[in-house]
C-alpha cells in the first residue's frame, strides 16, 4: 500500500515538485561550522513555545476580572484575584502535565533571545552581513525584537506580583513621555491602572508575535535558499565554490539531532527546574511591589537604562515638565538597536565595499569592526548589569549609590577602553598568524648542524591552516574628490574621516609582503636535511 501510495503522489504536480527539491537539496553544499548552529537552536525554541503556547491557550483566561481562589493551594484559599492568575494556577495545580507546559514554555521564551543575540554576535563578528545578505541581517534583528516584545507580553500574562510591578514599571515609564504619554497609557492599559492590561497583551502575545515570527522565519530562510551560504576560507573554497556536505540528506539528518538534543534539554529543564513559581508571588496588587524584583534577563537592560539616569533630570520647557531620566534612556536604548540594524549599510558607506561576499572573516582580521563589537556588548553588558544594581550592593555589602556610579563609569568608559584593547588584541593576533605562516610554528625541537650551529624546527603548516592564517585581504580607504564647484560636502568628509580610521594600522596581506624567505628565524625539516647535505657535499 505505501508503494502505491508513493507512486500515486509522485505522479502528482506536488510529487513532482517534491521529487525536483530533494534532488536540487542533494546537489547543493553546506559548510559545516559550530557558527550555524545557533539557528537551529531558535528555530527549536519557537517550536516548543508554538505547541506548548496552543496546548496553554484552551486552559488559560484572558480577563482582569477579580475572583476568589478556592483551589487546591491551601496558602492562597480565599485570596481575591484575577481570573488570569486563577486559570494558571489551575494550569500549575490541577491541570495534568500543565506545570511542565508553563515551564516548557518559559524556558524556552529565555533560550530563545540568548540564541538570537548570539546569531546576530557570530554574524556581526564574521562579516556575514554584507551583501548579498544584508536584508537577512533585518531580518534577523527582527526576530530578535519580536522575541523581546513576545517574551514581555507573555511576561505579565499571569498576573502575578511580579509581573504586576513590572507593569506599573511601564505605566511609569509611558506616563513620563511628554505630550503623548498619557494618551499612550490609557491606550496601553485601558484606562486607569491595571484597567484592562490582560485582555490588551493576550492577542499581542497570541496572535501577533506568532505572525510575525512565522512571517520573518519565512523570509529568513528564503534569503537563505537564494543565497548560497558563507563560508570560511579553506581548499578549494572561494566566492563562486562551496565546500561542504549535501544539504539532503546529511545536513538535515545533522539539523534533526540537533532539534531534537535542544527540545529535549528545555523539556528535562522544564520538568526538573522551578522558574515563576506564581504561587509563591501572589496576586498582582496596584498598591504593593516586590522588593528586589528582576525581570527577565533579556530585558534587563532597559532597566539598567533607567536606573543610571542622574537624580533630578527635569526641565520646564512650553508648559510641560520634561523628564529627562525617562527621555534620556529612550533615547539612547533607540539610538543602540538603530545603530545595530543599520550597521551593516553603514559599514558599505564607510568602506565603499558594494562587492557580494560568501567568504567569511576571521574577526581578528577585521580589528575595527571587532572593536566595534566588543564595545558594544561591553555597553550592553553594563546596562544590563546595572539593572541588578540593588541585588549586587545587597550581596556584596555595598551602597547602592557606590553600584550606580560603577556602572554609570563602565558604560561611558568601558566601550572606549573595550574597543582599543580588541583592536590592539587583533592586531597582535595577526602578527601572530602572519609569522606562523611565513615561518612555521614552534616545535620546542633544538638540534645541532654538523658545522655547530643550533636552530630549533619550525614545523611546516599544511593547506587547511594556511588558509586560516592568510589575514586579512588587501583593501583600503575611500577616496573621496571634491564635486564640480571644487567642494567637499560634510557627508563626503565625514566619509572620509571614517574611512581611513576604519583601515588605520591594518597589515598588508602576506603576499603582498616583499622578501618573505619562508624560514625565518628557525629552521624546518627540510631546511635543516637541504643544509646537512650541503655540508656533506662541501666536505667531500
Not at 539593572?387 to 545587597?394: F, N, P, R
Request: hydrophobic content about 50%; overall charge neutral; glycine content about 10%.
Amino acid at each position: 500500500m505505501t508503494v502505491r501510495a508513493s507512486r500515486l503522489v509522485a505522479g502528482t504536480s506536488v510529487g513532482r515538485r517534491t521529487t525536483a527539491l530533494r534532488d536540487e537539496l542533494r546537489m547543493r553544499r553546506a559548510p559545516l561550522h559550530w557558527t550555524n548552529l545557533f539557528g537551529v537552536v531558535a528555530f527549536a525554541c519557537v517550536v516548543v513555545l508554538f505547541v506548548t503556547g496552543f496546548i496553554l491557550m484552551f486552559a488559560y483566561t484572558p480577563s482582569s476580572e477579580r475572583v476568589t481562589y478556592s483551589g487546591p493551594y491551601v496558602p492562597l484559599a480565599g485570596a481575591e484575584m484575577s481570573k488570569a492568575l486563577q486559570s494558571t494556577l489551575a494550569i500549575s495545580f490541577e491541570l495534568p502535565g500543565g506545570l511542565l507546559m508553563r515551564q516548557a514554555h518559559h524556558w524556552a521564551a529565555l533560550l530563545l533571545p540568548a540564541a538570537l543575540i548570539l546569531q546576530l554576535a557570530v554574524t556581526f563578528f564574521t562579516g556575514a552581513f554584507r551583501r548579498p545578505r544584508r536584508l537577512s541581517w533585518l531580518l534577523l534583528f527582527g526576530l530578535l525584537l519580536t522575541a523581546l516584545v513576545g517574551g514581555w507580553s507573555g511576561y505579565a500574562l499571569p498576573d502575578d506580583m511580579l509581573s504586576g510591578t513590572g507593569l506599573r514599571i511601564v505605566e511609569g515609564i509611558v506616563l513620563g513621555i511628554p505630550v503623548i504619554g498619557t494618551w499612550l497609557s490609557a491606550l496601553l492599559f485601558g484606562g486607569e491602572f491595571p484597567g484592562r492590561i490582560i485582555e490588551n497583551l493576550y492577542p499581542i502575545h497570541v496572535a501577533v508575535v506568532p505572525a510575525l515570527l512565522v512571517v520573518l522565519i519565512a523570509l529568513r530562510a528564503r534569503t537563505a535558499y537564494v543565497n548560497k551560504p558563507a563560508q570560511f576560507a579553506g581548499p578549494g573554497r572561494s566566492e563562486d565554490v562551496i565546500v561542504g556536505v549535501p544539504v539532503w540528506p546529511n545536513l538535515a539528518v545533522r539539523v534533526g539531532g540537533l532539534f531534537a538534543i535542544v527540545t529535549g534539554g528545555l523539556l528535562l529543564v522544564a520538568a526538573t527546574v522551578t522558574i515563576s513559581p506564581i504561587w509563591l508571588y501572589g496576586p498582582s496588587s496596584p498598591g504593593n511591589a516586590s522588593a528586589g524584583s528582576q525581570p527577565d534577563w533579556y530585558t534587563g537592560f532597559l532597566d539598567g537604562a533607567l536606573r543610571l539616569v542622574p537624580p533630578g533630570w527635569e526641565v520646564e520647557w512650553l508648559g510641560r515638565t520634561w523628564t529627562l531620566a525617562i527621555l534620556v534612556p529612550l533615547a539612547v536604548v533607540g539610538l543602540y538597536l538603530l545603530a545595530v540594524a543599520v550597521y551593516p549599510f553603514v559599514e558599505e558607506w564607510v568602506t565603499g565595499d558594494h562587492r557580494d561576499h560568501h567568504i567569511l572573516d576571521r574577526p581578528r582580521n577585521e580589528p575595527t569592526r571587532t572593536g566595534l563589537g566588543v564595545a558594544a556588548l561591553v555597553f550592553y553588558a553594563a546596562l544590563w548589569g546595572a539593572g541588578s544594581a540593588d541585588l549586587v550592593a545587597t550581596h556584596f555589602h555595598l551602597t547602592v549609590e557606590s553600584v550606580v556610579a560603577a556602572y554609570q563609569a563602565l558604560v561611558v568608559l568601558g566601550p572606549i577602553v573595550a574597543f582599543w584593547l580588541t583592536r590592539r588584541v587583533c592586531l597582535a593576533l595577526q602578527k601572530r598568524d602572519r609569522d606562523i605562516l611565513l615561518h612555521g610554528y614552534e616545535t620546542g625541537r633544538i638540534v645541532r648542524l654538523p658545522g655547530g650551529e643550533y636552530a630549533e624546527v619550525h614545523g611546516r603548516v599544511d593547506a587547511e591552516e594556511r588558509y586560516r592564517l592568510a589575514g586579512p585581504v588587501a583593501a583600503h580607504g575611500v577616496d573621496v574628490h571634491p564635486d564640480e564647484s571644487g567642494r567637499l560636502g560634510l557627508a563626503q568628509r565625514l566619509r572620509g574621516v571614517l574611512s581611513r580610521a576604519y583601515f588605520e594600522d591594518r597589515l598588508e596581506p602576506v603576499d603582498q609582503v616583499d622578501g618573505v624567505s619562508g624560514d625565518g628565524g628557525g629552521r624546518t625539516d627540510e631546511a635543516i636535511t637541504r643544509g646537512e647535505a650541503t655540508q656533506r657535499a662541501g666536505a667531500a
